[in-house]
């Protein structure tokens, strides 16, 4: 494959390369809910938004930023090896913000299911408010086949 | 308030047929320009069968199958103080375009927790295991809503 991550290479504490997104559209906002069915009008309707107490009017789709993690993983390791990703919604997301994931490997051990690494995620915006704390796992493949 | 006495409830399944041109949109709407969610050619090159679906390919199910609505209907939760706390996926098998994958949400959990500034919230875990038309495991979700009181 192109763009293998071995097991070997890949040591705790290393980061994920990091990845920048944005500065997010409301026009994005439009995008997403087509895509993933989530019309709640928070996140497309202003006065909507307003209404239920979002003074600066709509938010991100949570979903849509953990969409950004997905990417930012599955760029570093293939969406083959991913085993889980779990995020905790820290902080709302509001167009205009730029959102940059980064992580590090914590965790590295081999066992009966394969070469697992696990790493920490954080999605943060261009003020370093923490959007999403998050982790993954994945089975690598070892050099010695 | 949440209708803990919905614990262990299990919901009408989800059944979704998944489509490339869906994988696709997803992958747009993200801004992902990864060539395996959107080229077949490519993603057969990285040892796939057909472009594979995204980590988060799962909320296309949940949301356009309208579940999530009836189900905190069915719970009382109020729709306008629930926030989505979190969101945790495992991977068993890849999904993929032609794939028919059903789900049954199941609420796992509802606690009542008292946050750092005094106000009372209800927890509610739901989790939703999907199998393929083979009845293979594929993915399972799970998802933590917090509703404000």
Not at chain 1, 35 to 52: E, K, M, Y
Not at chain 1, 64 to 73: C, K, T, Y
């Amino acid at each position: 494959m192109a763009n293998d991550l071995y097991f070997e290479d890949v040591n705790v504490g290393d980061q994920m390369p990091a990845l920048s997104k944005g500065p997010i559209l409301k026009l994005q906002h439009v995008l997403y809910a087509g895509a993933s069915g989530d019309f709640n009008p928070l996140h497309t309707d202003d006065d909507f938004a307003r209404a239920v107490g979002m003074k600066d009017g709509v938010i991100t789709h949570g979903m849509l930023v953990m969409g950004f993690v997905g990417q930012a993983v599955t760029s570093w390791v293939p969406k083959r090896c991913l085993k889980n990703l779990s995020v905790r919604f820290a902080g709302m997301t509001r167009p205009g913000n730029t959102i940059t994931i980064t992580g590090a490997v914590t965790e590295k051990r081999q066992e009966a299911s394969g070469n697992i690494i696990t790493c920490d995620v954080v999605a943060r915006d261009e003020a370093g408010d923490v959007k999403i704390m998050g982790r993954f796992s994945a089975a690598l493949p070892s050099r010695q086949g | 308030m949440a209708d803990a006495t919905k614990t262990g409830k299990e919901f009408a399944p989800i059944v979704w047929e998944v489509e490339r041109g869906k994988i696709r949109e997803m992958a747009k709407a993200i801004g992902d320009p990864n060539p395996v969610y959107l080229e077949m050619e490519a993603a057969m090159k990285e040892g796939y069968r057909d472009i594979p679906a995204p980590p988060t390919f799962l909320t296309v199910p949940m949301m356009w199958s309208s579940s999530m609505p009836v189900l905190i209907n069915d719970l009382k939760i109020n729709f306008m103080m629930v926030l989505h706390g979190e969101e945790e996926y495992e991977f068993y098998r890849e999904i993929y375009p032609g794939d028919t994958i059903t789900g049954i949400p199941k609420v796992v959990s509802v606690e009542e927790k008292t946050s750092k500034t005094g106000g009372k919230m209800d927890m509610i875990t739901v989790e939703i295991l999907y199998k393929n038309q083979n009845d293979e495991k594929v993915a399972k979700a799970r998802t933590l809503m917090v509703e404000r009181k």
